[in-house]
């Protein structure tokens, strides 16, 4: 089991950076694929970007790519989420999570099993 916690997130004007933190508890942290979620009111979580044990492996949605950076420091068991060029549309409380399986990324919120309490990030027009 690990325990996540972020931070990073805030109100910022459209155009604007914020860089999302996700501390990460345990000795297990450099095994795990981890992954930046979010959700928006009304909307159903969804897949933003996530990044293999190693961090030699990063994947991105779609309506993020170009934009953002995921990157991890094992070291200091932290993974990162850059956010560059925001949008009202990126408005949304992003989550951290952890996939202990060792199979591989996923796209599929169902398969990790650790998450954190989430931040919010507003982003004004």
């Known amino acids: 089991q690990v325990q996540l916690v972020e931070s990073g997130g805030g109100l910022v004007q459209s155009g604007g950076s914020l860089r999302l933190s996700c501390a990460a508890s345990?000795?297990?942290?450099?095994?795990?694929?981890m992954a930046w979620f979010r959700q928006a009111p009304g909307k159903e979580r969804e897949f933003v970007s996530a990044i293999t044990w190693s961090g030699s492996r990063t994947y991105y949605a779609d309506s993020v790519k170009g934009r953002f950076t995921i990157s991890r420091d094992n070291a200091k068991n932290t993974v990162y989420l850059q956010m560059n060029s925001l949008k009202p549309e990126d408005t949304a409380v992003y989550y951290c999570?952890?996939?202990?399986?060792?199979?591989?990324?996923?796209?599929?919120?169902?398969?990790?099993?650790?998450w954190g309490q989430g931040t919010q990030v507003t982003v004004s027009s």
């Open positions: 345990g000795r297990a942290f450099s095994s795990y694929v």
């Open positions: 999570a952890a996939d202990s399986r060792g199979v591989g990324i996923s796209w599929n919120s169902g398969a990790y099993g650790n």
